[in-house]
């Protein structure tokens, strides 16, 4: 099987690359990636010589650069997104034209090549449903409606009922996962898990927004992928499903853990103003994917935080160079 892997070269697609290959040793992956800011080649440093795995440096915004990447495709995973809310905040133009333009050329391509393209896989997100109140006991789950409230999230709102409208229209094989924050290694240090932990390394303050109480579900990429895996092989096409890592904890207890795993002073927490129209607290819950996948998270919070510290620790001449992007 081939697959076209967009936004491969970032965050979440680079740990994909190296799961799908370790796991599927016969499957060949392509790699589309414009490698703006977020997209780094030496994430896949150790894999750009395997002779299965093919790099296309390509904007899903033109629509020529996905149809030379779709050649023979059988499978398409679409992680290629603008992926930063304070981004987003500061101007949300290109989250529209990657986030929402980019997903139509793909769909396009995907309807063009009707038959070949056994399923087109995108990659959502939680914040897609909003804000959750800190003492709601209800979590995210696949009816829950949407209701952006970023130009983050509304251009991914809008990607997702286009994949859905699309797919619907044209017949096309499509499933969804909606994933709760990822952690884990090649994650740029503008995120708050590798931001907390490489001023900590620097002994530079950790900013928090506001009162630092605002709660993530944090799921380990590993997890992720294997979500992404399990739906590829036993998901129903035309679905959606919920991915969370039963890890709610609030951004504070996230800087405490990594300074107390660094052995540094909770004195270096600053507090700073509040991001605009800042979401309280996502949460979801998996049990579709559970019931029927067999999918849960494996990877336990404390044994993931304490990887992905280390990571960091024994990587730092992967993320030095990132900080004058
Ligand atoms: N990070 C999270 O916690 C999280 C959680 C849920 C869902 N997601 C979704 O997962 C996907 C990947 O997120 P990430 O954190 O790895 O993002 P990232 O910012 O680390 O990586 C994005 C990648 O997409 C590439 N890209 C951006 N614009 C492009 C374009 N026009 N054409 C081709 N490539 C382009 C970048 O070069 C980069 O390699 C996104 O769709 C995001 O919405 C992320």
């Keep these: 099987m081939k697959l076209l892997v967009t936004g491969g070269a970032g965050f979440i697609g680079s740990n994909f690359i190296h799961?799908?290959?370790?796991?599927?040793?016969?499957d060949s992956i392509v790699n589309l990636?414009?490698?703006?800011?977020?997209?780094?080649?030496?994430n896949l440093r150790d894999i750009e010589k395997d002779p299965r795995y093919t790099f296309v440096h390509g904007d899903i915004r033109n629509p020529a650069d996905v149809v030379r990447a779709m050649e023979g495709v059988d499978v398409v995973v679409h992680f290629a997104a603008e992926s930063h809310v304070d981004r987003s905040i500061d101007g949300g133009k290109v989250f529209l034209e990657t986030n929402v333009i980019g997903t139509y050329n793909l769909l396009e391509e995907t309807k063009r090549r009707a038959g070949q393209i056994k399923r087109f896989h995108h990659i959502s997100t939680d914040e897609v449903f909003g804000s959750l109140e800190l003492d709601d006991p209800h979590k995210f789950n696949e009816k829950s409606c949407h209701d952006a409230r970023s130009p983050y999230s509304a251009s991914k709102v809008a990607a997702e009922q286009l994949v859905r409208a699309y797919c619907h229209t044209h017949d096309l094989p499509f499933t969804i996962s909606n994933c709760s924050n990822n952690y884990g290694p090649y994650m740029f240090p503008e995120k708050l898990f590798p931001l907390m932990t490489v001023n900590a390394l620097r002994d530079l303050p950790l900013p928090i927004y506001g009162d630092g109480l605002n709660i993530r579900d944090w799921i380990h990429v590993d997890d992720h992928c294997r979500g992404i895996e399990a739906i590829l092989e036993k998901g129903k096409v035309g679905e959606t499903y919920c991915l969370g890592g039963n890890a709610e904890i609030p951004n504070i207890e996230i800087a405490k853990r990594i300074l107390d795993i660094l052995h540094k002073p909770h004195s270096l927490i600053k507090f700073v103003e509040d991001r605009k129209g800042h979401d309280r607290r996502y949460a979801i819950d998996s049990s579709k994917a559970k019931a029927e996948l067999g999918w849960?998270?494996?990877?336990?919070?404390?044994?993931?935080?304490?990887?992905?510290?280390?990571?960091?620790?024994?990587?730092?001449?992967?993320?030095?160079?990132?900080?004058?992007?």
């Design 33 to 42: 990636d414009a490698l703006t800011y977020a997209g780094n080649l030496e």
């Design 19 to 26: 799961y799908w290959l370790a796991n599927h040793p016969t």
């Design 296 to 325: 849960e998270p494996q990877v336990k919070f404390e044994e993931g935080l304490e990887k992905f510290v280390q990571w960091y620790v024994e990587n730092r001449g992967w993320w030095e160079p990132l900080l004058a992007r």
